[in-house]
């Protein structure tokens, strides 16, 4: 019996400087088979020519009309073919290594749907600012309205969008963390102590410039799923305002709640 078909999916507009990078991470796997699915929202800058490059390497897919990132998302978490699935942004890039690892923890535990694990902070030029290991998955934590699971180190088992849904369309920011909540009242995640993922940090992204937008969604979010009312995020939202935007960011990047 071979290897599991990894599928990664990338949602892509107007990220043409690092998503080179993000395919190279992919190619640099040296794990076969995979599948990249790069779901294009009609980019303006030198994306085009990005992926005329890697023609070979990548599966094309058109977002029309655009209708946002989880829209985006769900395009290609409906067009994987592969067992397992991935979601890298055009901004951040994996770990070398990182499909061997998720694939062998997967065939160590078949009945486990989702995996997630360590992650890296870069800059814009790809140098790593900042390093955090993970924890077991805990929901009492995780509903303290802060996304304790970096979304780049994830990967689940296709199957698991047959027993919960894909991405909530109507979510802008937290799409990943009302996913998680939801995937754990069936499956558990389970963390993966190594490095898989990095984020990167740099002035489009929305950490950088939307990050006051995420708490009032987490936090919505985090109620539905029987979340507290003064939740450790929503304290940490008011700390952040009164301390300013680079402390909102900081904290933001630590706990792994950026797009």
Do not use: C
Request: charged share 25%; aromatic share 12%.
């Amino acid at each position: 019996m071979g290897l599991p078909l990894v599928t990664v999916v990338t949602p892509s507009l107007d990220q043409g400087r690092f998503l080179a990078d993000a395919i190279e991470s992919v190619i640099a796997q040296r794990y076969e088979p995979v599948e990249h699915l790069i779901v294009e929202g009609g980019s303006t800058d030198e994306t085009g020519a990005v992926i005329d490059r890697y023609r070979d390497r990548v599966r094309v897919i058109e977002e029309r009309p655009r209708r946002g990132q989880a829209y985006a998302v769900n395009l290609g978490f409906k067009a994987a073919n592969g067992e397992i699935v991935g979601w890298l942004n055009a901004d951040d890039r994996y770990v070398p290594d990182a499909f061997r690892i998720v694939v062998e923890a997967f065939a160590d535990a078949p009945d486990v749907d989702v995996v997630f694990g360590n992650w890296e902070v870069i800059d814009a030029d790809g140098h790593v600012i900042e390093r955090h290991r993970g924890a077991p998955y805990d929901t009492t934590e995780q509903l303290q309205g802060i996304n304790l699971i970096a979304q780049p180190t994830v990967f689940v088992r296709r199957r698991l969008f047959d027993r919960v849904g894909y991405l909530d369309e109507s979510l802008h920011y937290v799409m990943d963390y009302e996913l998680w909540l939801r995937a754990s009242q069936v499956a558990e995640p389970r963390w993966l102590d190594a490095t898989l993922a990095q984020f990167r940090v740099h002035g489009a992204s929305k950490t950088t410039s939307q990050w006051l937008s995420f708490w009032p969604e987490s936090r919505r979010v985090a109620r539905a799923y029987g979340g507290p009312f003064f939740s450790r995020g929503f304290r940490l939202r008011y700390l952040n305002v009164a301390f300013a935007k680079e402390v909102g960011g900081h904290a933001l990047r630590r706990v792994g709640l950026r797009e």
